[in-house]
């Protein structure tokens, strides 16, 4: 008796203690809800986590390259760079770019695809398409690999990385709390800024580089969480780093007008070259691609060709920060001779391309910055003897080439000129840094067709980026599905009378004019034809419908998107539109009206607002049922524990005259889903019922 008195003592401690924890996380399940009707504010906290969570990655990314690269070249990073490796036997500055391409082809092959490459294409692609979901374990993946690239010498950027370690940390922070579509994208945003923010120290362009170029747009809902993220990930990384910036120009300016001139050659150049690096990035990606090798070998390849060319310029190895603090400080032909520097500018991007495009994980920023700063220290040397006073130091050149370069490849010119203006606090060479960074931009924009070294990849793959805060919601949707075969039409020698007297009988707004062979000729809208009320019966039986019909009205294709219909509606005025079979083929098939092409648009809104506006309806339950008709009502439903386990089948609820209408339900990763109620569906301890029913029944289940 004892023992079973014992025993039914712990059962009964048990079960009190699987109610304790139900209702502990009903209670915070029903806080976040409550809270996240405010989701505004939530967001600009949850802003705020990852602000210095992205800055905490910077800073552990930063010790696992120091500490790869001490394992690597038994050196200390905080050594200069060049020097020691310049001390290294062939043999080991050969082989371990290799080794480190191996180590992380095996990452890449078998755990996590995403880690490879400079990242950012992913983070856009993650944006666009997957409305800002990404894994979490690219966070890890991408810190171990890109380490393990560029701490054995790939010439590869940890700017790159830390962006999609940022977004991947405040992607998936933002699903575990079950953020909505836009706030997640607007959080993978965040976590972008705090990367670049801490990596260069530079938290305004962190901001402006997540909204230029991850989101491609900059309203307040969107800019004010990333401000926050950059400014918090820039405090946390200068806590443990100090506020020493990344590179160290000396002081310099800008001398007069008469540079504008060099400068602007020097924007032009960088738009060339920017494409050229554009080019060549993208080549190497798809001549490994194509190559039939194992994946895991390739990165390995990369790493080989790196190392080769480090043999005669071992300036390729790394993120060639070091390079650029030495171009700053180069004077006319005392340092460095133009050939050198511009074998080391076209021996970066190869070396950059090679990396990269085998497979290994870096990325593409800091080489940027490193080649501009070459190719504008070529310009600076140049000027500088044909300018004479009027030369502002080698040093500008240097700064302009550097903001030249990362706008023109990247087409982010408010990036590149706050980030020059941030890395120098020097006010003065503004304006060399906007010509060139505007002339670079502007020439890649014009040649390469609005693409950058970030987005090639994607147009190619045809994979659709959403740039601005307005989608396209009638891009996938045709013209042949929204047409009406139904309409008016007309002989071209038809008398107006005729026209007249047809149009009067009929609802149609709009007449066609077609030939023989039904193809189209022109049209008559009902507008056009009130003109002809005024004239006199002989002159309506001498008129005929082709002397009053348009014969430039735009058509469609039953192929068209309802998107392209837009603009023609727009410009033509017109309330419907023609459909032909094809250009080659005018004869007519129907029309488009004005008014369906409004209706698919609202549709189309209220399909995309319907998540959001559901959760935000679903919310408002918890605190108390809705009476949507008299004596009916909607209401949240938590099941208290007698109903775990149970089907929906079994807890008979219709006998109270309450139906469930929707399932709200915690997924494995902490995020809310909503799930559709089956007669066999298992009532979990976590699930919220929406029911619909009686009034007077809904107490009864509270």
Not at 357 to 372: E, H, K, Q, Y
Not at 483 to 493: F, K, N, Q, S
Not at 548 to 568: F, G, I
Request: proline share 6%; net charge positive.
């Amino acid at each position: 008796m004892s023992a079973r008195g014992g025993k039914s003592g712990f059962g009964r401690a048990r079960s009190r203690l699987r109610k304790a924890g139900h209702w502990a996380r009903r209670c915070l399940r029903h806080w976040l809800l409550r809270v996240r009707n405010g989701e505004y504010v939530f967001l600009l906290g949850v802003a705020a986590v990852v602000g210095v969570l992205g800055g905490a990655s910077a800073i552990v990314f930063d010790l696992a390259i120091r500490a790869v690269a001490r394992a690597a070249w038994d050196l200390d990073l905080d050594h200069p760079l060049l020097e020691m490796l310049r001390a290294a036997p062939p043999w080991k500055m050969l082989l371990v770019p290799a080794a480190g391409g191996l180590a992380v082809g095996l990452i890449t092959t078998f755990f996590v695809s995403e880690a490879k490459g400079h990242g950012v294409p992913e983070v856009i692609k993650a944006v666009a398409v997957h409305g800002g979901k990404i894994r979490g374990r690219v966070a890890v993946a991408k810190t171990v690999a890109s380490a393990l690239t560029i701490g054995t010498g790939g010439s590869a950027g940890q700017e790159g990385p830390i962006i999609q370690i940022g977004s991947a940390i405040g992607s998936r922070l933002g699903q575990a709390i079950g953020m909505s579509r836009r706030c997640l994208r607007t959080l993978v945003g965040c976590g972008a800024a705090a990367g670049i923010a801490a990596t260069f120290n530079a938290p305004i362009a962190g901001a402006l580089f997540a909204g230029e170029v991850i989101l491609g747009e900059f309203g307040l809902a969107q800019f004010s969480p990333i401000v926050i993220s950059s400014v918090l990930a820039t405090v946390t990384m200068r806590a443990w780093r100090g506020a020493a910036p990344v590179f160290a120009p000396p002081e310099c300016g800008f001398a007069g007008a008469r540079e504008l001139v060099a400068y602007a050659l020097l924007g032009v150049a960088c738009g060339l070259v920017s494409l050229l690096y554009i080019y060549l990035n993208d080549r190497a990606q798809r001549l490994f691609d194509r190559m039939r090798l194992p994946g895991l070998l390739k990165p390995a390849l990369g790493g080989l060709c790196v190392g080769a060319m480090a043999l005669a310029l071992p300036q390729v190895l790394g993120n060639g920060h070091a390079l650029a603090n030495e171009a700053f400080a180069w004077q006319g032909g005392a340092v460095a001779p133009l050939a050198l520097a511009a074998a080391l500018l076209l021996a970066k991007m190869v070396a950059t391309s090679a990396t990269l495009g085998s497979g290994g994980s870096g990325g593409v920023f800091s080489p940027a910055l490193t080649m501009g700063a070459l190719l504008g220290a070529c310009a600076g040397l140049l000027a500088e003897p044909l300018l004479g006073a009027h030369y502002g130091g080698t040093a500008a050149y240097a700064l302009a080439g550097m903001g030249g370069l990362v706008a023109g490849s990247m087409l982010a010119p408010i990036t590149a000129i706050l980030m020059v203006f941030e890395i120098t606090n020097n006010y003065a060479i503004i304006l060399p840094v906007m010509v060139t960074a505007i002339l670079s931009t502007g020439l890649v924009m014009k040649l390469a067709r609005n693409r950058s070294i970030y987005t090639l990849k994607l147009d190619r793959d045809g994979i659709p980026l959403l740039r601005g805060s307005t989608p396209d919601l009638l891009s996938h949707l045709r013209v042949r599905d929204h047409m009406d075969p139904v309409l008016e039409t007309i002989r071209p020698d038809a008398p107006a009378s005729v026209l007249m007297e047809r149009m009067l009988a009929s609802p149609a707004a709009q007449f066609y004019v077609v030939n023989a062979a039904d193809g189209l000729v022109g049209a008559i809208p009902l507008g056009d034809a009130r003109r002809m009320l005024l004239s006199t019966p002989a002159m309506l039986r001498v008129l005929m419908a082709e002397d009053v019909m348009r014969r430039d009205v735009p058509t469609v294709t039953p192929e068209d998107t309802l998107s392209s219909t837009v603009a023609k509606f727009s410009t033509s005025g017109l309330s419907e539109l023609p459909v032909i079979r094809s250009e080659a083929d005018r004869r007519l098939l129907g029309t488009l009206d004005r008014n369906t092409m409004l209706d698919a648009y609202q549709d189309e809104i209220l399909k995309a607002d319907a998540p959001s506006a559901l959760t935000g309806s679903l919310a408002a339950l918890s605190d108390s049922p809705v009476e949507i008709a008299p004596g009916v009502a909607l209401a949240e439903w938590n099941p208290p524990a007698d109903y775990d386990g149970k089907t929906l089948g079994e807890a008979q609820l219709p006998r109270m005259g309450l139906h469930v209408l929707l399932i709200k339900r915690l997924n494995p990763g902490g995020g809310m889903e909503t799930l559709l109620p089956q007669a066999d569906t298992v009532i979990t301890p976590d699930d919220s019922l929406i029911l619909i029913g009686p009034t007077h029944s809904i107490p009864s289940v509270r």
